[in-house]
């Protein structure tokens, strides 16, 4: 009788068969093992990736791979809902991966809090944005704003409140509010990542 292996041995095992597969999608600054290594830290770090389903794990990670990013909490995520895996850029990937594309001046996202000074108008020339920190107390978060300037001068900008980050990541208050709580996901890694990922900034569109 053979020797039973691990659910991280399996995991371990198939991601080496996919090495070839991650070769052709990978950009050629990243390398095969490397993405490996990461991946598998990622599943040790959060367990609840061993036993969620499986394939979509290795599904996340090819997408990740596409995408020319290492799940490294950084760059990109890999996290369970429902039962599946998805992968998730952060900011850091997502703004790494627009200024490879070089056709971005400048882009950020910040939160803005209930004592800041913030204001969003739109007239005859277009789309403006004025935000002021409170170098205080900035008390509670109220919203996401998140912009892009493009190098021939089109300015991209969109906000979002905390309700429709709920609807984006399609979990119930209690459980957003309990993904603000980890430690490994900081609120502003939340709000700044999903402003990218799931509203209609544009910049999918223009930068693949």
């Given at each position: 009788m053979g020797t039973e292996i691990?659910?991280?041995?399996?995991?371990?095992?198939?991601?080496?068969?996919?090495?070839?597969?991650?070769?052709?999608?990978?950009?050629s600054n990243i390398s095969p093992e490397k993405f490996q290594q990461v991946v598998i830290t990622a599943v040790q770090n959060n367990p609840d990736l061993l036993t969620a389903n499986r394939p979509s794990l290795y599904n996340a990670a090819i997408r990740c791979?596409?995408?020319g990013l290492i799940p490294d909490g950084q760059e990109a995520v890999m996290t369970?809902?429902?039962?599946t895996v998805v992968y998730m850029p952060m900011i850091r990937g997502i703004l790494k991966k627009v200024?490879?594309?070089?056709?971005?001046?400048?882009?950020?996202?910040?939160?803005?809090?209930e004592n800041d000074e913030y204001?969003?108008?739109?007239d005859e020339k277009g789309q403006h944005f004025k935000h002021k920190k409170n170098l205080g107390e900035r008390g509670k978060p109220l919203l996401t704003y998140a912009y892009a300037l493009t190098k021939d001068g089109a300015l991209y900008f969109e906000e979002i409140s905390e309700?429709?980050?709920?609807?984006?990541?399609?979990c119930s208050?209690?459980?957003?509010?309990?993904?603000?709580?980890?430690?490994?996901?900081?609120?502003?890694?939340?709000?700044?990542?999903?402003?990218?990922?799931?509203t209609s900034?544009?910049?999918?569109?223009m930068f693949g």
């Open positions: 691990t659910p991280l041995e399996e995991v371990k095992q198939n991601l080496t068969r996919m090495k070839n597969d991650f070769k052709m999608v990978l950009p791979a596409q995408d369970v809902f429902k039962n200024r490879n594309s070089g056709e971005l001046g400048t882009a950020d996202a910040q939160l803005v809090y204001e969003s108008w739109i309700e429709d980050i709920c609807k984006i990541l399609g208050k209690e459980k957003y509010e309990s993904l603000k709580g980890l430690e490994s996901w900081p609120v502003e890694i939340l709000y700044r990542g999903y402003i990218f990922f799931g900034l544009g910049l999918g569109a």
